[in-house]
């Protein structure tokens, strides 16, 4: 009886475990974020801004220059078409960097400053530059970190929910009148929370990361809008950010991305998404180490001269020398529940056929004394 029980009870389990789950409130949650941030974002065909990154309260330039808090020393401007973009960004050396990502090029032009003359280089673009560069991360339509699809890079919040290994702690709907939907998940070592807003298409309002590897428990990040604007209708661009940066739970430093002049969705002059006194500079390809010269669109022209790159260890930023961290271990996802059932299923019939195969020899040796 026992034998018969076991083996039904491990038949019924394995068939279990074969049908497919049941979608989870949880599940639809991510999906509902998944879908709806990703097509918020894409419902921005062109955009063009001025704007700043300033620093709050008794925030100093050498703490926003920490990790990830690179400050700009003036206002810059930015130009987006489809995949096209093209970037403005004094640098605090006096210098001014501007780069077009084109194609899956990155065309960076450096100039002005202690720079005697300008220079103009050529990199493959890299995943968070093919997206929107640094003025995605700043709107928090991408978020920084290692290892995530695509690659290393910045990435869309739809690439984590749809990364195996992601770990999802927490999904849930936040009480009236905000009903956010409020995700905490790990992954490829780091761990994030987002808050996604239905009256903004669900982009992200807040989002706190909890960097990888190097950077440990010591430090987080926390990422607020602090207003939203229409610039077109049903069409939601953050226009005012506050990035605060914590180590040991201390506030650090607390920096600003305030836009200005926000035009989205509107036919761009071409000139916008050019670098302009560009044509018949030499241009060096940093992939190939070559030289080249360039039209006014940044297209080769004329022949190609191989040279030889000194290679440069970067410096770190003043003040990142302080951020000695341990590593950030994120924990694992629990053992379904069927898998223990299972197991147990299997102990007990592995006891059913040793409980019955003793039996049997019991009774074997019973009637072989009876018959002597």
Known sequence: MILRLAFIATVFIILLSLAPEAKSKEDDLLEIARARNLAAIHSITSMQCRYERVLCGSTTIAQAQAPCFFMPAAPGRFWRSGETFRL????RDGTTREYMARGGQLLVWRGGGPLKDPTLTLYTASPVDG????MWQYLLFTQWGGGAP?????YYYSDVADNPSRIVHLAERTPPPANEIHIDMSHTGSRCECWF???VNYLIRKFISFPPGEYSQSIHFEHEVIEFAEPAP???VPVIVEHRCYKNKALRATIRTILSDLKVNHNLAESDLYIPKIAGMKCIGMDREIQFTVDAAGNRVGPETPIKLAKVVPTPYEGEREFNYTPYEVSRPSTRWWIWILIASVCLLLLGVAVAVRRRVKAARDQEGVIR
């Open 234 to 236: 049903a069409v939601y």
């Open 150 to 154: 695509p690659g290393k890079g910045s």
């Open 88 to 91: 403005i960004e004094p640098i």
């Open 131 to 134: 997206v929107g560069g640094e």
């Open 197 to 199: 807003n239905p009256r």
